[in-house]
């Protein structure tokens, strides 16, 4: 039977890690017997010791390292009992897990949930994640992003859910961001003329168009703004921005809209109008006007036809941002990802309530067809 070192915390991980140390540093190493039954260094004494005490408080080191519990904050822009909110936190665990973090184990995950409307929440929430001092921060939206590098310019952020980093002052470009941010934009700018185009594809006698967003909410809006306006004139159709701050003027937008016939909208990618997307829908079914939006969750309301990203999917592939940044990468110099996946939806019982008649061809192009 062997018997125990005589030199406290010795391990075999550590006579390994010595005898490495030993042909680095040219020493003689000759396998013989000793007391662990698994080979002596022959060299001086001192340097044996120096050693070994090394290699001692080395491993501990490294085992605590990667035993280390990491700590996420999670800042939402959707109230808690959303729940498309709790699904795309959902995947973000889901897509942790995938690549071997474990809350309990190995990470810790601390969210908070602030309604867009909410910017005192937003603010508070913000300042109690920074003062936990975790490893990263996800973010969901451009106000919660903005409003937590008003309190941290060191911790990692990603976030998801942007539309215009680079003119929000986020990040200095997509390939190198620069600073301690970087993540998933929602869409190109160039989305508002495919809404357009589906818009006229779907009511082809709409000839006025609004353009529907909070300004508190979506301070971005120019980024989908002015190319709605440029494509806008190539379908032959009025175009103006519809600009809302709360519920009673978002049901003047949209009966504006109907106050002349052939009138449309589009509703942009803002938290605002997610959070209000059953309030939506129902007033542009009230008012019969066709509109397109950017998201399906839309479209399962009753909206008539939505495109744009899989949101749930971008957070799968935040995962995969978090899991680089827990693993020593700098957000600075992890490039801003453009959308991966979009989805088109169309909801036939609603085109049959406004009279339209979906053509076949758009259907067969559609990703999910609601009847």
């Given at each position: 039977?062997?018997?125990?070192?005589?030199?406290?915390?010795?391990?075999?991980?550590?006579?390994?890690?010595?005898?490495?140390l030993a042909k680095r540093m040219d020493a003689r190493v000759e396998?013989?017997?000793?007391?662990?039954?698994?080979?002596?260094?022959?060299?001086?004494?001192?340097?044996?010791?120096?050693?070994?005490?090394?290699?001692?408080?080395a491993v501990p080191r490294v085992a605590r390292a990667q035993n280390?519990?990491?700590?996420?904050?999670?800042?939402?822009?959707?109230?808690?009992?959303?729940?498309?909110?709790?699904?795309?936190?959902?995947?973000?665990?889901?897509?942790?897990?995938?690549?071997?973090?474990?809350?309990?184990?190995?990470?810790?995950?601390?969210?908070?949930?602030?309604?867009?409307?909410?910017?005192?929440?937003?603010?508070?929430?913000?300042?109690?994640?920074?003062?936990?001092?975790?490893?990263?921060?996800?973010?969901?939206?451009?106000?919660?992003?903005?409003?937590?590098?008003?309190?941290?310019?060191?911790?990692?952020?990603?976030?998801?859910?942007?539309?215009?980093?680079?003119?929000s002052g986020f990040v200095a470009s997509f390939p190198r961001p620069?600073?301690?941010?970087?993540?998933?934009?929602?869409?190109?700018?160039?989305?508002?003329?495919?809404?357009?185009?589906?818009?006229?594809?779907?009511?082809?006698?709409?000839?006025?168009?609004?353009?529907?967003?909070?300004?508190?909410?979506?301070?971005?809006?120019?980024?989908?703004?002015?190319?709605?306006?440029?494509?806008?004139?190539?379908?032959?159709?009025?175009?103006?921005?519809?600009?809302?701050?709360?519920?009673?003027?978002?049901?003047?937008?949209?009966?504006?809209?109907?106050?002349?016939?052939?009138?449309?909208?589009?509703?942009?990618?803002?938290?605002?109008?997610?959070?209000?997307?059953?309030?939506?829908?129902?007033?542009?079914?009230?008012?019969?006007?066709?509109?397109?939006?950017?998201?399906?969750?839309?479209?399962?309301?009753?909206?008539?036809?939505?495109?744009?990203?899989?949101?749930?999917?971008?957070?799968?592939?935040?995962?995969?941002?978090?899991?680089?940044?827990?693993?020593?990468?700098?957000?600075?110099?992890?490039?801003?990802?453009?959308?991966?996946?979009?989805?088109?939806?169309?909801?036939?019982?609603?085109?049959?309530?406004?009279?339209?008649?979906?053509?076949?061809?758009?259907?067969?192009?559609?990703?999910?067809?609601?009847?």
């Amino acid at each position: 039977m062997s018997k125990k070192s005589s030199l406290p915390g010795l391990t075999r991980q550590s006579i390994t890690f010595a005898k490495t140390l030993a042909k680095r540093m040219d020493a003689r190493v000759e396998p013989a017997h000793d007391e662990l039954g698994i080979g002596v260094l022959t060299m001086k004494r001192r340097a044996f010791i120096t050693l070994l005490g090394g290699a001692a408080l080395a491993v501990p080191r490294v085992a605590r390292a990667q035993n280390k519990v990491r700590r996420i904050g999670v800042l939402m822009a959707i109230a808690e009992n959303d729940r498309e909110g709790q699904a795309r936190v959902a995947a973000f665990r889901e897509g942790l897990a995938k690549l071997g973090w474990a809350e309990g184990r190995n990470i810790r995950i601390d969210t908070r949930w602030a309604t867009p409307r909410d910017a005192e929440a937003r603010q508070r929430f913000a300042k109690e994640l920074v003062a936990l001092r975790p490893d990263l921060i996800l973010s969901q939206a451009t106000p919660t992003t903005a409003t937590l590098l008003q309190q941290t310019r060191t911790i990692p952020i990603v976030f998801v859910g942007v539309s215009d980093p680079i003119g929000s002052g986020f990040v200095a470009s997509f390939p190198r961001p620069g600073g301690n941010v970087t993540g998933f934009i929602t869409m190109e700018p160039t989305m508002a003329g495919k809404w357009l185009e589906l818009l006229k594809e779907i009511a082809p006698r709409v000839n006025r168009v609004a353009l529907l967003f909070n300004p508190a909410t979506a301070p971005y809006a120019e980024y989908y703004l002015t190319p709605f306006k440029s494509a806008a004139a190539s379908f032959a159709l009025d175009a103006i921005g519809a600009p809302v701050r709360d519920m009673s003027e978002l049901e003047s937008a949209i009966a504006a809209q109907a106050r002349s016939p052939n009138g449309g909208l589009v509703v942009m990618p803002d938290t605002f109008m997610n959070a209000h997307r059953a309030e939506v829908t129902s007033l542009a079914a009230r008012y019969r006007i066709p509109a397109v939006y950017p998201f399906r969750f839309f479209a399962e309301l009753g909206g008539l036809l939505s495109y744009g990203i899989a949101l749930v999917d971008d957070y799968r592939r935040a995962a995969s941002y978090a899991d680089r940044i827990l693993k020593g990468a700098k957000p600075g110099e992890l490039p801003v990802q453009a959308p991966a996946k979009f989805e088109l939806t169309i909801n036939l019982k609603t085109a049959k309530a406004l009279g339209l008649d979906v053509p076949l061809q758009l259907q067969q192009r559609a990703d999910a067809v609601i009847e």
